[in-house]
């Protein structure tokens, strides 16, 4: 069967769906101490429309400040590869950072397994911070992950831990 032609007409039919939909809530985050849960979806790596290689993962509020928007996801992405595809120094050394202090052994880690690495943290409930810096006049949010939650704050949050402390994979 041939496929439909007219844009117009198409979306017409959709227009219900277009109606439930919600917007984003791309309100910052409060600064602050949180407990996210990291949620990974396939391709974690990937390449961006500006032609940059970055991983990708989806952190949703378990616990943090009063006024923190419990349930909210946001994103938190980290660079790999520049649009000439030659190292994002950077991104690599926060990555390699946070994956450290997820318990992972970053110094027998290949680069090219860094998604599957990931995707196995899918569940896990972290430690984080929110920090709120000013970069050319725009607030930018940056959320950075310290550890594994303790067992005890991850089991009330969503019984996802187990065991204390540090989880080696």
């Known amino acids: ?50 032609d940059r290689v970055r991983a990708r993962i989806l952190l949703e509020v378990v616990s943090g400040p009063e006024e923190a928007p419990v349930g909210r996801r946001t994103a938190k992405a980290y660079g790999l590869l520049d649009d000439e595809d030659n190292p994002d120094e950077m991104g690599l050394r926060i990555l390699k950072t946070e994956l450290g202090k997820l ?11 860094v998604g599957d690495t990931l995707a196995k943290l899918d569940g896990a409930v972290v430690d984080a911070n929110v920090v709120i810096k000013e970069v050319d006049g725009v607030d930018r949010q940056n959320i950075y992950i310290n550890s594994l939650a303790s067992a005890g704050g991850a089991k009330a949050a969503k019984g996802k831990a187990k065991g204390k402390g540090k989880r080696r994979f």
Do not use: N
Request: net charge negative; glycine share 4%; hydrophobic share 30%.
């Open 1 to 50: 069967m041939a496929k439909e032609t007219d844009i117009r007409s198409i979306l017409k039919r959709y227009q219900s769906s277009w109606q439930e939909t919600s917007p984003m809530d791309t309100e910052l985050l409060p600064r602050g101490r949180y407990q996210f849960q990291l949620h990974v979806e396939q391709p974690v790596v990937h390449r961006d429309s500006d």
């Open 103 to 113: 318990g992972i052994d970053v110094d027998e880690l290949q680069l090219a397994d």
